[in-house]
Nanobody
Framework: QVQLVESGGGLVQPGESLRLSCAASGIIFSIYAVGWYRQAPGKQRELVARITDGGRTEYADSVKGRFTISRDNAKNTVSLQMNSLKPGDTAVYYC????????WGQGTQFTVSS
């Protein structure tokens, strides 16, 4: 069974940094593109960052220059380094992988206080 488990959520102050991680199991992780999405209350889930199997990245305009996505294929993990955090970054963050169907992590709550 494919499982994606996020960790690293919590509460931080504006301007601080935090790193989210996602550990995958049940798949050959290295051959798939993976990404981070987020969803705030009352809003649609949106793509935050994505990284392909070859290491090519893309970011939402709202986080470009502040967030960095990376992967460690040997450890089956994908991380999201978040810098210069803003209250608008507050959301539940989800790890995502597509292998015929979409696989999602359980989500981790991340809150930036104001």
């Amino acid at each position: 069974q494919v499982q994606l488990v996020e960790s690293g959520g919590g509460l931080v102050q504006p301007g601080e940094s935090l790193r989210l991680s996602c550990a995958a199991s049940g798949i050959i992780f290295s051959i798939y593109a993976v990404g981070w999405y987020r969803q705030a209350p009352g809003k649609q889930r949106e793509l935050v960052a994505r990284i392909t199997d070859g290491g090519r990245t893309e970011y939402a305009d709202s986080v470009k220059g502040r967030f960095t996505i990376s992967r460690d294929n040997a450890k089956n993990t994908v991380s999201l380094q978040m810098n210069s955090l803003k209250p608008g970054d507050t959301a539940v963050y989800y790890c995502h992988l597509r292998h015929g169907v979409n696989y999602w992590g359980q989500g981790t709550q991340f809150t930036v206080s104001s």
